[in-house]
Nanobody, 111 residues
Framework: QVRLEESGGGLVQAGGSLRLACSAS????????MAWYRQAPGKQLELVAS???????NYADFLKGRFTIDKNANGFTVFPQMNNMNPDDSGVYCC?????WGQGTQVTDSS
């Protein structure tokens, strides 16, 4: 059973930045891919980014270059970085690795 734990959420003002983290019990190099999703109140779950084999990065078009994703050296932790945030970025952010999910971390606009 893969275990995932997100962290780093909190209050952020418009234009600010936030770095999230997903710590996994299995390395991305073994599980191949990790994806990040978010869900805003009253909205559907949407994919925001993915990291495959620790190298290939894909981002949702609506992020418009404001989002980067990286990993630590052993691949057990993945770090999404969100920049120039706006109120629409509020929501619960979750990581998924091979169908296994964490509990999510809340990001809230404080403007």
């Amino acid at each position: 059973q893969v275990r995932l734990e997100e962290s780093g959420g909190g209050l952020v003002q418009a234009g600010g930045s936030l770095r999230l983290a997903c710590s996994a019990s299995e390395s991305i190099f073994r599980r191949k891919a990790m994806a990040w999703y978010r869900q805003a109140p009253g909205k559907q779950l949407e994919l925001v980014a993915s990291l495959t084999d620790g190298v290939s990065r894909n981002y949702a078009d609506f992020l418009k270059g404001r989002f980067t994703i990286d990993k630590n050296a052993n691949g057990f932790t993945v770090f999404p970085q969100m920049n120039n945030m706006n109120p629409d970025d509020s929501g619960v952010y979750c990581c998924d690795q091979g169908g296994h999910w964490g509990q999510g971390t809340q990001v809230t606009d404080s403007s």
